[in-house]
Every structure is written in structure tokens, then in C-alpha cells.
């Protein structure tokens, strides 16, 4: 009960007061903006890492 208690008022204070509203909601649409950015973030990452030599790079150290 203690462990749990200090978990939620770090949720609280991490994430606001209606975190678990915004949860509720975000689950409700189809894609939300966040998501629309973490793939083009992942996706521009992707292009990036294909851009070099990956075991070169690890066997030269650099």
C-alpha cells in the first residue's frame, strides 16, 4: 500500500493530475499527434543508422 501510494503521487507528479484521462482518451482515437511524431522520429532515425557502416564503425572504434 506504501509502495503503491508513492508510485501514483510520482505519476501525479510526473505526468499532471488527469494523466489517466488523457490516457483514456488517447486510446479512444485512432492515432494521436505523439504517435503521428514517434514515427517520424523512428522513421528518420531508420534512414540515418542505414547511412553508415555499422561494423567498420564498431570494429575501428570509432
Known amino acids: 500500500p506504501g509502495i503503491v501510494?508513492?508510485?501514483?503521487?510520482?505519476?501525479?507528479s510526473v505526468y499532471g493530475e488527469n494523466?489517466?484521462?488523457?490516457?483514456?482518451?488517447a486510446g479512444k482515437s485512432s492515432t494521436s499527434e505523439a504517435s503521428?511524431?514517434?514515427?517520424?522520429?523512428a522513421e528518420t532515425a531508420?534512414?540515418?543508422?542505414?547511412?553508415?557502416d555499422w561494423?567498420?564503425?564498431a570494429d575501428s572504434g570509432k
Do not use: G, Q, W
Not at 494523466?19 to 482518451?25: G, S
Not at 503521428?36 to 522520429?41: P, S
Open 36 to 41: 503521428k511524431k514517434r514515427k517520424a522520429i
Open 55 to 57: 561494423p567498420v564503425l
Open 46 to 52: 531508420a534512414k540515418e543508422s542505414s547511412n553508415y
Open 19 to 25: 494523466h489517466d484521462l488523457e490516457e483514456a482518451t
Open 5 to 12: 501510494s508513492a508510485l501514483d503521487a510520482f505519476k501525479v
